[in-house]
């Protein structure tokens, strides 16, 4: 059946196998991303967002891990195409970018030379005019004095101009879909916010569709369009950015935004308590063990079934289930998103030399 996503993932399983049994780093998962939106896939670190995301173009390493379920990226099903056919949609079709710039740089090669081979790998263009798309990237990412700068190294460029490079090289093959693996946990605030204008403003000029995973819901309010927040393994709760800020359902994700400072946090710390073994998944629901509103129906069965609460988000939680008062959970005493979200009053791609 086709379907109109451009990326749709369904009863996605992850699992490792380790000294001390099967892992499941990610339970039955299923999100989509459409064109032109940007989907954050939040939660603790440990709930299985990178293992979710690299499980969808097959970079999880198998054996030892084993990924089951369906990946359709444009009705096609990444995880059941031949090798040579998935190398060309991951280089091509759907980009990643990563936490740490500095590991997924080559040191003896200049910057220029690095986006210019990777141009080379997808596209069959001459030396010069390689040269010349590369340097348009560049300046596109907002390297100040693109031209200029093509044959420095990266030691000569900072955190965030590094982070710029990586972007450029993710958009050689003008991916439809760019993933985004915490891209900007790395850098200090100002650069971080610089780099998420950058990455909005690149989505619409590419007119991608991106995957964004972070674990700092601050981060998600500036970008996101739509959220999947996972815990241990599962989706908790999803949808719209300001739903999930507004009226938050699931009591794990009321927790995540009361750590946030801006939402009147005060559990600054974190959540109390720690992520279940993976090796071995408490019954019923995964947050049922650090849920203050947790009884004796949550703690058998299964992960519930996720239940529409208002158009577009639904919940996994015992309490909105049938013949249960959802009031006991719902918490109505969060600020909506505020204001446009701007960082610091910059506007359009920013040249900073951060
Ligand atoms: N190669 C591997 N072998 C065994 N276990 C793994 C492997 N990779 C990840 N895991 C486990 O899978 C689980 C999910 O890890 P994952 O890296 O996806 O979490 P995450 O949500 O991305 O966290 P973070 O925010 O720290 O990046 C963890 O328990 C982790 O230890
Ligand atoms: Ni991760």
């Not at 946090?265 to 947790?294: E, K």
Request: glycine share 10%; hydrophobic share 35%; charged share 25%.
């Amino acid at each position: 059946m086709p379907s109109d996503h451009l990326l749709e993932v369904e009863d996605l399983t992850t699992t490792f196998g380790t000294d001390e049994g099967t892992l499941t780093a990610v339970d039955g998962v299923d999100f989509d991303v459409d064109t032109g939106e940007t989907v954050c896939i939040v939660g603790e670190s440990g709930s299985g967002k990178t293992v979710a995301t690299e499980s969808i173009t097959r970079l999880i390493k198998t054996p030892p891990g084993q990924i089951e379920g369906t990946v359709r990226y444009k009705g096609r099903d990444l995880l059941t195409m031949p090798e040579p056919e998935l190398r060309n949609v991951r280089g091509n079709e759907i980009a990643h970018i990563f936490q740490n710039p500095q590991e997924a740089m080559n040191h003896c090669y200049s910057v220029g030379w690095q986006i210019t081979e990777a141009l080379q790998i997808h596209q069959d263009v001459s030396d010069e005019e390689a040269r010349a798309k590369a340097v348009d990237l560049m300046d596109r990412v907002g390297i100040a004095n693109a031209s200029a700068r093509f044959d420095d190294y990266p030691h000569e460029f900072s955190g965030g101009q590094k982070q710029r490079v990586m972007i450029a090289m993710a958009l050689v093959g003008d991916p439809d879909l760019l993933i985004a693996d915490e891209p900007t946990t790395a850098l200090d605030v100002t650069v971080q916010a610089q780099i998420l204008r950058l990455l909005d403003d690149l989505q619409e000029e590419f007119d991608m569709g991106v995957l964004f995973v972070t674990h700092d819901l601050g981060v998600v309010a500036e970008i996101a369009d739509r959220i999947v927040v996972m815990y241990a393994g599962k989706v908790m709760e999803r949808g719209g950015v300001l739903d999930i800020f507004d009226h938050p359902a699931h009591p794990y994700t009321q927790q995540l935004l009361e750590c946030l400072p801006e939402f009147g946090g005060t559990t600054a710390g974190g959540i109390p308590g720690t992520l279940p073994d993976p090796h071995d998944s408490p019954d019923g629901c995964r947050f049922a063990p650090r849920c203050g509103y947790a009884e004796e129906a949550c703690r058998t069965g299964e992960q519930p079934d996720e239940i529409e609460v208002s158009p577009g988000q639904r919940v996994s939680c015992v309490h909105y289930g049938p013949g249960m008062d959802p009031s006991v959970v719902r918490n109505d005493n969060f600020e909506p998103v505020g204001g446009d979200g701007a960082a610091d009053g910059e506007s359009g791609v920013s040249r900073a030399d951060d």
